[in-house]
């Protein structure tokens, strides 16, 4: 499964931006997709993740309320709507895909769950 996310870009604090992530290869397989996001000199950090169904959905804390995690499993496409955004967003965002339909939150969370990954796109929020 190759995945390949776009839509970052340069935006002001409170403003909106959509990313994407397109996959292909065997997409036919029920896939948990998430996204993570890495700031300047900072670890890796799970942002929101979806189920194959589309149903379940997990977010960090720090985005919960402001960022909607969805997925168009037609397009082998998932989406990350973020609003009202701040500096503290920027960052480069990842998408993952794990071969499982579903996973409990606290597994859904954790990089090691993944199996593949997007090369990545990064946010910048200006203040």
């Known amino acids: 499964v190759q995945l390949q996310a776009s839509g970052g870009g340069l935006v002001q604090a409170g403003d909106s931006l959509r990313l994407s992530c397109a996959s292909s290869g065997r997409t036919s397989s029920p896939y948990i997709m998430a996204w993570f996001r890495q700031a300047p000199g900072k670890e890796r950090d799970f942002v929101a993740s979806i189920s194959w169904s589309g149903y379940t959905t997990y977010y960090a804390d720090s985005v919960k309320g402001r960022f909607t995690i969805s997925r168009d499993n037609a397009k082998n496409t998932v989406f990350l709507q973020m609003n009202s955004l701040k500096p503290e967003d920027t960052a480069v965002y990842y998408c993952?895909?794990?071969?499982?339909?579903?996973?409990?939150?606290?597994?859904?969370?954790?990089?090691?769950?993944?199996?593949?990954w997007g090369q990545g796109t990064l946010v910048t929020v200006s203040s």
């Open positions: 993952a895909a794990a071969p499982k339909a579903s996973l409990p939150e606290t597994h859904s969370r954790q990089e090691v769950e993944y199996a593949y």
